[in-house]
C-alpha cells in the first residue's frame, strides 16, 4: 500500500515591499529589431510590478536602442537581456553574439562604431544622472556587453 507523504507548506513570510529581494528580470530573445518591443512590455510589467514606474520611459530607451544596435552589428544569434534593481541603482545588461574579431583594428573600430551608433543612449542616460558603457564580454558570456546603470 502507497503512502503519500505530503511536505509541510511554509508559514508566508510577513515581509513588507521593501523587505523582499528586488527586481530581477532576464529573458532571451532572437537578434532581431523586433525583439525590443517584447522586451519593453516584460520589462515595463515587471518595473510596474516592483513599483519602478519611475524608470519606465528611460528603460524603455535604453533596451531599444541597445537591441537595435545589436542587431544591425550582430549578424545572427540571440541576445541576452538581463534587468536587476539592487541598492537604489537600476542595472540594464545586454548580450549579444558579436563574433571577436581577429585584428585588434577591426575591434577598436568595431567598438568605436557601436559607441557612436549609440548616441541618443548616451545623452538620455547622462542626463539622468546614470552611466553606461559597451565591451567585451567575459567569459562565460561570448560577443559584446553593453550596459546602462540608472541610479535612484
Known amino acids: 500500500m502507497l503512502t503519500a507523504i505530503l511536505c509541510p507548506t511554509a508559514a508566508p513570510a510577513r515581509t513588507t515591499y521593501e523587505e523582499r529581494d528586488g527586481l530581477a528580470l532576464s529573458l532571451t530573445v532572437p537578434g532581431r529589431p523586433r525583439s525590443a518591443g517584447i522586451v519593453r512590455t516584460a520589462i515595463s510589467g515587471a518595473l510596474h510590478a516592483h513599483r519602478l514606474n519611475r524608470f519606465g520611459s528611460i528603460t524603455a530607451l535604453a533596451v531599444t536602442e541597445l537591441i537595435a544596435v545589436a542587431s544591425v552589428l550582430t549578424c545572427a544569434g540571440d541576445v541576452y537581456v538581463s ?8 542595472r540594464l545588461i545586454v548580450w549579444d553574439q558579436h563574433p571577436p574579431h581577429a585584428e585588434p583594428d577591426a575591434a577598436s573600430l568595431c567598438l568605436v562604431r557601436r559607441r557612436r551608433a549609440l548616441w541618443l543612449l548616451a545623452e538620455a542616460v547622462e542626463d539622468w544622472g546614470g552611466e553606461w558603457g559597451v565591451g567585451e564580454a567575459l567569459p562565460p558570456h561570448r560577443g559584446v556587453k553593453s550596459w546602462v546603470t540608472l541610479p535612484r
Open 83 to 90: 534587468l536587476r534593481h539592487r541598492d537604489d541603482a537600476l
